[in-house]
């Protein structure tokens, strides 16, 4: 872990820049770290001294876009939830400053963790600028019968509020969970209410999509490292995307984005409806 530490140790001993790094994870997992060997405050925030590296930003041939790679040591904590995880958490934002004595404080970077590999005794995170992202996103080319809106995203308009519960876990079975209870939103049998919804683990923030349900019992894309019986959890309703679904569930056509009106069936081959071949 040398290289890491010879990055932490020049600072402001040096008299360089000192960086701190901010870490969020899906808006509720905070890290805070600084480079050198002494903790930073800064607006009120503690940013513990750890081992950390980047690299200089580049810009990429292919895309233009700004990137820079943050390296961390395995026994960070967001290495091991995201290992323990087995797939990407939602979002990683990264916010990094730079202190310099006699100065303050200033704004260096702000990006988002695109991809983690893992080399050696080392995780490295990929950082892709948080401006370049928002430019960078195109619309959709395709025309569909669902809806193209993420679901409580600005284009929905679904308050999330009003579609979720706060229980606690009955059961834990590896990925499939058991809750006290889902009423008042869904109910003994019910199957297609949580669905592709969000399931939330309040103690530690970590945030799961539900693929299925059956009653109390749903499962997860993957479990939730520390996760105990009786913790609390929040329950999020999930979308199929259709027309249907959209009307019954949430009351919300006005706002579906999806050309449900296309038809099912292709005039110039009668045999074929929504791409599976039936009988004539």
């Known amino acids: 872990m040398s290289d890491l530490i010879l990055a932490a140790e020049s600072g402001v001993e040096t008299s360089q820049p000192r960086e701190f790094y901010e870490i969020n994870q899906s808006g509720l ?15 009120g925030y503690t940013y513990t001294a750890q081992p950390a ?38 979002i990683v ?30 995780a490295k995170f990929s950082l892709q600028s948080e401006a370049q992202r928002q430019w960078s ?4 080319k395709v025309v569909s019968r669902t809806c193209g809106h993420f679901l409580y995203d600005r284009g929905c308009k679904v308050t999330k509020g009003f579609f979720g519960i706060v229980t606690t876990i009955a059961t834990i079975d ?22 592709f919804g969000e399931f939330v683990h309040l103690a530690s923030g ?18 939730i490292p520390g ?3 009786g913790d609390a959890v929040e329950l999020y309703a999930g979308c199929a995307h259709d027309m249907l679904t959209c009307h019954n569930k949430f009351g919300n056509e006005a706002n579906f984005f999806g050309a449900y009106q296309l038809p099912t069936h292709e005039f110039f081959l009668p045999g074929y409806r929504l791409g599976v071949l039936t009988q004539p």
């Open 174 to 195: 590896g990925r499939r969970i058991t809750v006290a209870s889902v009423a008042p939103l869904s109910g003994p049998g019910q199957t297609t209410y949580f669905p």
């Open 29 to 43: 997992v905070t890290y805070r770290i600084a480079s050198g060997s002494r903790d930073i405050v800064d607006g």
């Open 53 to 90: 590296a980047r690299t200089d930003l580049t810009l990429s041939t292919t895309t233009a876009d700004v990137q820079l790679t943050l390296s961390l040591p395995l026994n960070h904590g967001l290495v091991q939830r995201w290992m323990a995880s087995m797939s990407p958490p939602k």
């Open 206 to 223: 970590e945030r799961q999509t539900m693929f299925s349900q059956f009653g109390e019992r749903v499962d997860l894309q993957s479990p």
């Open 227 to 229: 996760m105990q019986v």
């Open 93 to 122: 934002t990264v916010t990094i400053r730079r202190l310099q004595l006699g100065v303050g404080s200033e704004h260096f970077f702000s990006g988002v963790v695109s991809s983690m590999a893992l080399d050696k005794h080392l």
């Open 137 to 140: 996103r195109t619309l959709g």
